[in-house]
């Protein structure tokens, strides 16, 4: 299996919260960070998840936002990762942001170039990725 | 009415599963692809969707994913839709890929360049679009 | 605090309607608009969110839609402001449209090329932006 999403992140299923329409999937990766996926109910089912299952999770580089200077600040998005950009590939319109975790995974975002611009973005600097549960999108392996 | 996501399909509500804030909308299409819309329950109401009604559904190029070699994988994401490459176009950081699906209607994609080399995205190339039902919004034409 | 989002609103939380896993945010801008946020039940209670609270709303330009000649239609979208555009930068796939509303504020749209010139995109034209509840991601300052 290929896929276009930049971010793909294997983990296992921890615990699932049920609603009638809506679901949420919480994710820990090997390097130890917690993902949060918003699935739809259906979606729990067809792909059989419970506690324990190893899945694939994937977000669009797209729909990652990067912040910094976070401090006093809270963000609703279930999901922000801490850690360094890597690399800054520049279009005409829109950049390429590559970010080095913590626990060694990278993760991909596209963003303009003006907010390249405004958060000074470069190798090295602390960055944190947020993107919202919404984002996700989860994939598995029959047996 | 002109609409910039360049994914627009014309089809008719065919059931509607209400929760207290989120809703999914199914939507069958004249060339018989299902898809799946999740909105709020408010927006159920302010446009008076029911069974039968006919709506245009609209998803923006950006956050449909393309998938290849997808034996044995299921996917969490409610809107599946299996074609065939029919066209590829570079920019500097992302490209804008077509997709001519089984019932003849087309689904644009945009991804990044890395993902259409990864992929080996070519026209003729079998590839399943995905996207969440999160991603789709509605529109409603006054009779 | 800096984020790579273009579009970012200062306002007050004026309603919260909760579900088991959803919940739904509307904030009211000192131009007078109201945006909808539709965030996790989890981070209602992690952002401690209250009518009265100040908060940020951001909103990512690739997920924002512009459209033109609405008259007699309506769509599913939460969040429609209503402006007239005042900048086009073109890319080589994607292109950058800033709207100016009707309160002064301003929002950004990432679109593609094709859609700029099936739209007529041009600074004046009017245009209304439509984005979904779930796009919508809040921050709150540490008081």
């Known amino acids: 299996m290929k896929i276009s999403a930049r971010n793909v992140f294997e983990g296992q299923v921890v615990a699932i919260k049920e609603g009638p329409v809506s679901a949420e999937v919480d994710i820990v990766l090997p390097t130890g960070e917690t993902l949060v996926a918003a699935i739809t109910e259906g979606s729990v089912h067809s792909l059989g998840l419970r ?3 190893s899945v694939m ?9 990067l912040v910094t200077d976070t401090a006093g600040w809270r ?3 279930r999901n922000q ?3 360094t950009v890597s690399q ?4 005409a319109v829109n950049a390429s942001v590559q970010v080095r975790l913590a626990g060694g995974a990278e993760i991909s975002a596209i963003i303009t170039h003006g907010a390249v611009d405004e958060l000074a973005l470069a190798p090295g600097l602390p960055v944190t990725a947020l993107f919202k ?4 999108l989860l994939g598995v392996k029959d047996a």
Chains 1, 2, 3 share one sequence.
């Open 81 to 83: 990762l801490a850690g």
């Open 57 to 65: 999770a994937f977000v669009k580089a797209p729909l990652v936002l």
């Open 88 to 91: 800054v590939q520049r279009g």
């Open 75 to 77: 963000f609703s998005a």
């Open 133 to 136: 549960a919404g984002s996700v």
């Open 51 to 53: 506690p324990g299952l």
